[in-house]
């Protein structure tokens, strides 16, 4: 149990289909963190969220769409993939981001998600 | 960019023997490191990290050491067991603002019994 919850761990969606993933953290933190992980790659961070505002989207296309209600839930909203938008999605949190803050990311189990 | 990047992609070992893991990266502002074991069907999970006004730090099994000179990091797993089967990475992350972790391919480690 890392404290970061993803649901759901499976998910199998058309490219027309709209879905949403969820990740939920009980670590008390302020930053969280959505990556993609794709085989043989490193992890490729998407969007992050630092006391719920979006400090970066790193050159994610428009059909990901994340939301960050409050500091312990954040969303990726799904709209028109691609099959090559198959892979598992990693949820993350760490204490808060700046500087002086050198704190680890913990991660969730990941949805892997198939385009067909 | 710059990246961090691992030396090996596969390291097959007896179980009883010691694993090193090695992790090069090349951006000298950075200052902060942290290796992840992740097993087939989970998520990263945080094992070991180290500043880098240190050259060492020791946990229960694993001691991670930084050569800033050469910019290099290693990950030493002590009688290695079937159980520490899985990929390890590495990640840093550069001292300024809002600076996140960038992370290494991976390295699997292979555990015979």
């Known amino acids: 149990e890392t404290g970061v919850t993803q649901t759901p761990r499976h998910l199998v969606m058309g490219m027309t289909n709209k879905k949403s993933l969820k990740c939920e953290q009980h670590?008390?933190?302020?930053?969280m963190y959505w990556y993609k992980q794709s085989a043989k790659k490193p992890l490729e961070l998407m969007f992050v969220?630092?006391?719920?505002?979006?400090?970066e989207n790193n050159s994610v296309p428009s059909r990901f769409s994340p939301e960050c209600p409050n500091s312990s839930h954040l969303f990726l909203h799904l709209h028109t993939l691609q099959p090559e938008d198959s892979a598992l999605y990693l949820c993350?949190?760490?204490?808060?981001?700046?500087?002086?803050?050198?704190?680890?990311?913990?991660f969730g189990d990941g949805t892997r998600l198939s385009i067909l | 960019g710059e990246s961090v990047g691992l030396h090996l992609p596969t390291l097959s070992v007896q179980e009883g023997d010691n694993s090193i893991i090695n992790c090069a990266y090349s951006?000298?502002?950075?200052?902060?490191f942290i290796w992840y074991k992740q097993e087939s069907g989970k998520g990263p999970q945080f094992i070991i990290d180290?500043?880098?006004?240190?050259d060492k730090r020791q946990g229960q099994r694993v001691t991670v050491l930084l050569n800033k000179t050469v910019k290099h990091l290693s990950l030493q797993i002590a009688a290695t067991q079937p159980g520490d089967s899985a990929v390890y990475f590495c990640?840093?992350?550069?001292?300024?603002?809002?600076?996140?972790?960038?992370f290494g391919k991976g390295t699997m480690l292979l555990v015979s019994p």
């Open positions: 993350a949190s760490s204490q808060d981001l700046g500087s002086l803050s050198n704190q680890p990311q913990h």
């Open positions: 969220y630092n006391f719920k505002e979006q400090t």
């Open positions: 670590l008390g933190h302020n930053a």
């Open positions: 951006n000298s502002a950075s200052d902060y």
């Open positions: 180290i500043r880098s006004n240190m």
């Open positions: 990640a840093e992350k550069v001292n300024s603002g809002y600076s996140t972790l960038t």
